[in-house]
C-alpha cells in the first residue's frame, strides 16, 4: 500500500518566491496533518483538516503561510512570499478517524530558502 | 515552559543495557499519550502508544503517571538498531486531534 506521499523532497528558493508543498495522504484516511520540523523547534503542528475542513490552524506561523485540501486526497500549503527562516522540513501526515492513535507520515519535504 | 519536554540526550548506551526516557506534559486534562521514533534524516514512525496501566511491547515498556504529569519509556537489551531520535507525544484534550511533539530524546547505542 502507498503510504503518504509528499512533492517535491527538496526544494530551494530564493527569498521571496512563492512555495508550494504538495500530499496526497492515504487512501481513506479522513485526517491531514501539517507540520513544520527544525533543529530551534523541534516539530510543530501547522494546520490539520477534518474530511478536507480545516479544524485547527492555530499553528499557521503567519499570513505568507496557506494550506488548501480541495478533495480528499490532495493538499497544499503555500508559502507567499517565502523568508530564510522559513527553511525547514515540512512533514504531511494523515489518520483515520476510527484509529486516531496513529498518524502516518510522510518523508517530508525539505526546504531552503536562500 | 514547553507544553512537553523531554531531555534532549544524547544517550550513549552500549548494547544491551537499558536505558530510560522521561517526558513531562503541562496540560493536566491531556488525554492522550504516545512515542514516537525518528530515524536521522526521516519521517517519525509511531512506536506505542502509553495507557494508563502501562504497557509492553517486545523490549519496550511505557509507563503513565497522570498525576505527576510524567510518561516514561524503558528499553531492555538496547540494540544498535534502536539508535534513534525518541518523540513523546500528548494529544490535547480540547476536542479533535491536535498532537504536541516533545523536541525528542537523542539515543546512540554502540557496539
Known amino acids: 500500500d502507498a503510504g503518504v506521499i509528499q512533492s517535491p523532497r527538496h526544494e530551494v528558493t530564493e527569498m521571496g518566491q512563492e512555495v508550494t508543498l504538495r500530499c496526497k495522504p492515504i487512501s481513506g484516511h479522513d485526517y491531514l496533518f501539517w507540520y513544520r520540523q527544525t533543529m530551534m523547534r523541534g516539530l510543530e503542528l501547522l494546520i490539520y483538516f477534518n474530511n478536507n475542513v480545516p479544524i485547527d490552524d492555530s499553528g499557521m506561523p503567519e499570513d505568507r503561510f496557506s494550506a488548501k485540501m480541495p478533495n480528499a486526497s490532495f493538499s497544499t500549503l503555500k508559502i507567499q512570499p517565502s523568508e530564510p527562516r522559513d527553511s525547514a522540513v515540512y512533514f504531511c501526515?494523515?489518520?483515520?478517524?476510527?484509529?486516531?492513535?496513529?498518524?502516518?507520515f510522510g518523508p517530508g519535504t525539505r526546504l531552503t530558502v536562500l | 515552559r514547553k507544553e512537553v519536554e523531554q531531555d534532549p540526550g544524547p544517550f550513549n548506551v552500549p548494547e544491551g543495557a537499558t536505558v530510560a526516557f522521561n517526558c513531562t506534559y503541562s496540560?493536566?486534562?491531556?488525554?492522550?499519550f504516545f512515542w514516537y521514533r525518528q530515524d536521522c534524516r526521516k519521517e517519525p514512525k509511531l512506536l506505542m502508544s502509553v495507557y494508563s496501566s502501562g504497557n509492553e511491547d517486545g523490549r519496550f515498556t511505557a509507563q503513565l503517571n497522570r498525576a505527576s504529569q510524567y510518561i516514561s519509556l524503558l528499553i531492555r537489551d538496547s540494540k544498535l538498531s534502536d539508535s534513534a531520535t525518541y518523540l513523546c507525544?500528548?494529544?490535547?484534550?480540547?476536542?479533535?486531534?491536535?498532537?504536541?511533539f516533545g523536541a525528542g530524546t537523542r539515543l546512540f547505542v554502540k557496539a
Open positions: 496540560n493536566s486534562a491531556s488525554q492522550s
Open positions: 507525544v500528548v494529544k490535547a484534550s480540547t476536542g479533535g486531534f491536535k498532537t504536541i
Open positions: 501526515a494523515s489518520s483515520y478517524s476510527g484509529s486516531t492513535d496513529t498518524q502516518y
